[in-house]
């Protein structure tokens, strides 16, 4: 006669972790993370620690074939939006550039010292819809500027006649971050050492009815553009990754 095993009272538990979603987990982590973050509750910032950067200055007005179009009035944010980009980024710069062919890159930097769950960045393409622009062909993609890989966003944003390609991404501390999960986790990892990460927006768009045309061009420009820049301004940008 065979003898019937006995398995472990906790087998059981066990098999079922085998049958547990990849989704599942995904979210256990991400709670996991936003748990960590508010147990730890750090208290410094590392922008109190680390080089000052000022935006405005390390930018350059003027680099190869592109300038400023004076002519260009910005659209002022409603009352409602400017209340909120004053509370979540400490420096902004928006520009429009015009080269010799009368090409036109719109710019926007901002940087937030304080990039928590609450006070971090929003995803422009909410941003975008907020002022009323419909959001087609949005996409997640890598991108070479400096050298380095860049995980960007890309979308198209409509407004009646008007149709802008837009590429951004955000850093937060020394990396470039595009998921929920990747803010989760970087947030977590200065948490444990006690510090707030601080971050960056950087976007880039266009006037164009072309997207190819547009996004190639944006590439081009942002190149020019961190390769004019201050070293200090470019590292940052690029969270870190910058090549000499």
């Given at each position: ?5 006995t ?54 007005k ?56 609450e ?49 951004y ?21 200065y ?14 768009s ?12 944006q ?26």
């Amino acid at each position: 006669m065979s003898k019937s095993r006995t398995l472990p009272a906790f087998w059981p538990w066990m098999e079922s972790l085998a049958i547990i979603p990849t989704a599942m987990l995904i979210f256990a982590l991400m709670a996991s993370a936003a748990l960590g973050s508010i147990a730890l509750t750090p208290t410094r910032l590392l922008s109190d620690i680390a080089p000052k950067v000022d935006i405005e200055q390390s930018i350059p007005k003027t680099f190869g074939d592109w300038r400023i179009d004076e002519n260009m009035v910005p659209i002022n944010p409603s009352p409602t939006q400017k209340a909120v980009i004053e509370q979540i980024y400490d420096q902004t710069v928006s520009r429009t550039y015009v080269n010799g062919k009368g090409q036109r890159i719109m710019l926007s930097v901002a940087y937030g010292a304080s990039q928590t769950r609450e006070m971090r960045a929003h995803r422009q393409e909410v941003c975008y819809a907020a002022q009323g622009f419909q959001i087609k062909n949005l996409t997640h993609e890598v991108i070479t500027i400096s050298g380095s890989q860049i995980p960007v966003t890309r979308m198209v944003a409509t407004h009646q006649y008007r149709t802008e390609p837009v590429t951004y991404w955000f850093t937060m501390g020394d990396g470039i971050v595009r998921s929920y999960v990747d803010r989760q986790m970087a947030q977590l990892k200065y948490a444990f050492s006690g510090l707030i990460p601080d971050g960056y927006l950087f976007r880039v768009s266009s006037i164009d009815s072309n997207t190819e045309i547009a996004y190639q061009r944006q590439i081009e420009f942002t190149n020019e553009l961190l390769q004019a820049s201050a070293p200090e301004m470019r590292q940052k940008l690029l969270g870190g990754a910058s090549t000499p």
